[in-house]
């Protein structure tokens, strides 16, 4: 989260958030507004400035401007939040008439009497621009990387002089004039830099200034944050990546003060208002510190990145770049070597997590424990694929004549020029339409294109052959040629409805067919349905004993009084049965409406909790003639139940019509329900 105080408001505070949200809180009252307008990406700076638009309710015009990760910096009214704010960059490139494209803006700040307003940039740029219509003043080009922060210094008291080095010995900085305050303006960057630059009297100027009044340098990581010392501006303070905050002694361009007790990366920084020598900073590690300057024995900041990961040399280039994503592949899997907390890192940094922590001297500090400290195996698949990395071109023919002999490249390169600005044709007899067909005119590129598809054919990438023919346009040609070689994919099925309903259901049909052979029926009759052909689909997925995905199929698109939905309850039931799932095989009898069988099916089932349920079902379905003899069947069980007697719940051997014996009793003992598998019984109960 980002904070800044109103400049003149006492309790007014604005705020944004990693989401990219934009508020303003006031401790008095605490009320609180969000703004109408939000980044895309989380909020890296904000200021209270002169607003360009006219707010006629507000008598010193104060906006509040915000600029977030996508790159985009918002002025936003701070008694009308709920409005949608004025996109700075837009206005900036109408009031100044960009030329070309600016870049992606990280960094705002005004100038303490909102006069200047200085943005920092991607690339590394700062722009100076002179309030009310923001017109562009200077523009500073030292830095090499993305801007992280931008702080202004008003310096009323002994003006800062700097000294540098140069070819002649020690020279000073021009002064700025005696009459108006000293403006510094600092600026810290992705290229381990901090800039210092005397904006006293600048002047309008379009040519960049590329060298800054004072340069400091000595921290081995990005520096996020800087401060200026509000006792004493010639001194500075940043906090860096390599876990240190440092104090600059800006005049002289060295260390003054260098704090190491931090366990993690140092994300803030600031000085105390109060206490002339006492500096507060912020890290990873979830830590507010306050330190004192002189109490430090390091002067200058660690020569070498403590928190730098650190790798062994290897002359193998696969492990090195796993070693950079801290895994190492061993026989098809990857061990992860160390996992760290990720916390909200400062403009989502690719760097990787701190593998070392120095040791500390401070005792409040406790060292940061890892989320998870057991290596964890995983798939290679699961590890994702090295950003920026693409996939392989589509045109492999020209991709190798790319990397010929010099020879080779020369005849090319007159070959080109001939067909694009001579008169006369020429053709190089050495040279094939892969070595030209990219550069030279229309018809070459088709020849090329075509040239590629065979060469893929020929190798059976028939997928990548395909999307040439959509590349041309030839999509009718192409999906002829992938049903005669049975090489239809979803992909190609998406763009054959272009070619007519007949050729679209030709190229379904052959899927269907390829689906099958590589047994994905689900799929295939998925295909089916969208024929239309519901029948066939549930067929084939019925001679297949998909019975559960043939079921769904027909009880929603099937009358419920079809004969088809009967037939596949009855074969999956018969299919149970022979399995010895009774359950599932009694569930689909009953749905099939065949009560009588799915009692049978219950009697092979002679406990007294399978008894009781049979004796539920009778009477719910009505077999009056049947309850007798399972009401016997079930005191009988409950006799041999209370004597210790076991009963074989299903017979290896089941007896006729599939009602099972009742071991350990005598054969006059056997229950009277076994009439009821006679087939006289049978017959006249069907």
Not at 160 to 177: I, L, M, N, R
Not at 186 to 208: E, H, K, M, R, Y
Not at 467 to 491: F, M, N, P, R, Y
Not at 567 to 583: H, L, P, S, T, V
Request: hydrophobic fraction near 35%; glycine fraction near 6%; proline fraction near 5%.
């Amino acid at each position: 989260m980002v904070v800044s105080w109103h400049p003149y408001k006492e309790g007014v505070v604005s705020f944004g958030t990693e989401e990219g949200r934009i508020g303003v809180y006031d401790v008095n009252s605490g009320s609180m507004s969000i703004s109408g307008t939000h980044h895309e990406k989380p909020v890296y700076s904000m200021s209270w400035g002169y607003s360009p638009t006219k707010f006629p309710d507000d008598p010193f015009k104060t906006g509040l401007y915000s600029c977030g990760g996508e790159g985009i910096v918002f002025c936003h009214k701070p008694k009308e939040m709920g409005k949608a704010a004025v996109n700075v960059n837009s206005y900036l490139a109408a009031e100044n008439k960009y030329k070309h494209q600016p870049p992606a803006r990280s960094a705002v700040d005004w100038e303490f009497d909102a006069k200047l307003l200085a943005v920092g940039s991607s690339n590394g740029v700062i722009e100076i621009f002179k309030a009310p219509n923001l017109q562009l003043l200077t523009v500073f080009q030292y830095h090499t990387r993305i801007i992280n922060k931008l702080r202004w210094g008003r310096n009323e008291g002994d003006r800062v002089v700097f000294k540098k080095s140069g070819a002649e010995g020690v020279t000073e900085c021009p002064d700025a004039p005696p009459d108006q305050p000293q403006l510094l303006l600092g600026s810290c960057s992705d290229d381990n830099l901090i800039c210092v630059q005397d904006l006293s009297s600048i002047a309008p100027s379009t040519t960049p200034i590329l060298k800054s009044d004072q340069t400091l340098r000595g921290h081995t990581a990005r520096i996020t944050d800087i401060d200026w010392n509000p006792h004493n501006f010639s001194f500075l303070v940043s906090s860096c990546y390599d876990g240190t905050a440092q104090v600059w002694d800006v005049e002289q361009g060295t260390g003054v003060s260098s704090f190491r007790g931090h366990a993690g990366r140092v994300f803030s920084v600031r000085w105390s208002h109060t206490k002339l020598d006492c500096v507060y900073s912020g890290s990873d590690e979830f830590t507010v510190r306050q330190w004192r300057v002189s109490e430090n024995v390091e002067k200058e900041p660690p020569k070498v990145n403590p928190l730098a990961p650190s790798h062994k040399p290897n002359n193998n280039r696969k492990k090195k770049r796993n070693a950079k994503k801290n895994v190492v592949i061993s026989e098809n899997k990857v061990e992860v070597v160390s996992v760290s907390d990720k916390v909200n890192t400062w403009r989502q940094s690719p760097d990787p997590p701190p593998c070392e922590v120095p040791e500390l001297d401070s005792a409040a500090t406790e060292p940061v424990k890892p989320l998870i400290s057991e290596p964890i195996t995983v798939s290679v698949s699961d590890v994702k694929r090295k950003k920026g990395s693409r996939g392989k071109s589509l045109l492999p023919l020209a991709s190798r004549r790319d990397h010929c002999s010099k020879t080779e490249q020369a005849d090319q390169i007159v070959q080109i020029a001939h067909d694009m600005f001579a008169d006369k044709p020429f053709r190089d007899e050495s040279l094939t339409v892969a070595d030209v067909g990219l550069y030279s005119n229309r018809s070459k590129t088709f020849e090329l294109i075509a040239e590629e598809r065979r060469n893929h054919t020929t190798e059976n990438h028939h997928h990548q052959a395909a999307l040439l023919g959509i590349w041309s346009s030839d999509i009718s040609g192409t999906v002829d040629h992938a049903i005669q070689t049975k090489t239809v994919t979803e992909s190609l099925l998406s763009v054959a409805v272009m070619c007519g309903l007949e050729k679209y259901k030709e190229a379904v049909r052959c899927y269907v067919a390829q689906l099958s052979a590589s047994r994905d029926f689900v799929t295939a009759a998925s295909y089916l349905l969208i024929l239309g052909e519901t029948r066939q689909a549930i067929t084939m997925l019925v001679a297949e004993e998909c019975f559960r995905d043939a079921l769904a199929i027909a009880k929603m698109r099937l009358s419920p009084d079809d004969e088809m939905l009967k037939n596949i309850y009855e074969k999956w039931a018969g299919k149970q049965e022979r399995e010895m799932q009774f359950d599932s095989a009694i569930k689909c009898y009953l749905a099939s409406g065949d009560a009588r069988r799915a009692i049978m099916v219950m009697l092979r089932r002679k406990d007294v909790a399978s008894l009781e349920t049979t004796l539920k079902v009778v009477e719910i379905v009505r077999e009056e003639e049947m309850l007798p003899a399972i009401r016997a069947a079930l005191e009988e069980a409950r006799r041999l139940e209370e004597n210790s007697i076991t009963v074989e719940v299903v017979d290896e051997d089941p007896g006729v019509n599939g009602i099972d014996k009742i071991t350990g009793l005598e054969n006059g003992d056997r229950p009277l329900v076994e009439e009821f598998a006679q087939p006289s019984v049978l017959q006249n109960g069907s």
